[in-house]
C-alpha cells in the first residue's frame, strides 16, 4: 500500500520523500511543490490525474484526467469567467451558468 505523503511545515520537506517541498503562493498560502517527468503522474483526490506528457524549454504540456463535472480551466480564463459573473464569492460553475444566459 502507498503511503500518502506526509509535509512537515517547519523544514518544509515531504517526510522522507525526495522531490516534495512546500512552497509558498504569490497570495502568501503555501503550495505543495512536486517534482515529476515526462510520462509521469500525480493524483488529486481518486478522480484527478495530472500527467507530465511533455516539457521543452518554457512549456510544460499537462494531460488532465478528471469527472466531467469537474470543471478544468488555465488560470487566466478562471480568472476572466469569475471577473464577468461580478462577484468573486460566486461558485464557478454559477458563473459558467450566468455566461451562457448572456
Avoid at 1 to 24: A, C, N, W
Avoid at 70 to 94: A, M, N
Wanted: overall charge negative; aromatic content about 2%.
Amino acid at each position: 500500500m502507498i503511503k500518502p505523503v506526509t509535509l512537515d511545515t517547519e523544514t518544509k520537506t515531504g517526510e522522507g520523500h525526495r522531490g516534495v517541498s512546500l512552497g509558498r503562493t504569490s497570495n502568501g498560502g503555501e503550495m505543495l511543490v512536486l517534482t515529476r517527468k515526462t510520462n509521469q503522474s500525480i493524483m488529486i483526490g481518486d478522480d484527478i490525474e495530472v500527467s507530465v506528457l511533455a516539457v521543452s524549454r518554457d512549456k510544460i504540456r499537462l494531460g488532465i484526467t478528471a469527472p466531467r463535472d469537474v470543471p478544468v480551466f488555465r488560470k487566466e480564463v478562471y480568472l476572466s469567467i469569475k471577473d464577468e459573473s461580478g462577484d468573486e464569492d460566486t461558485p464557478i460553475e454559477e458563473a459558467l451558468d450566468g455566461a451562457k444566459k448572456k
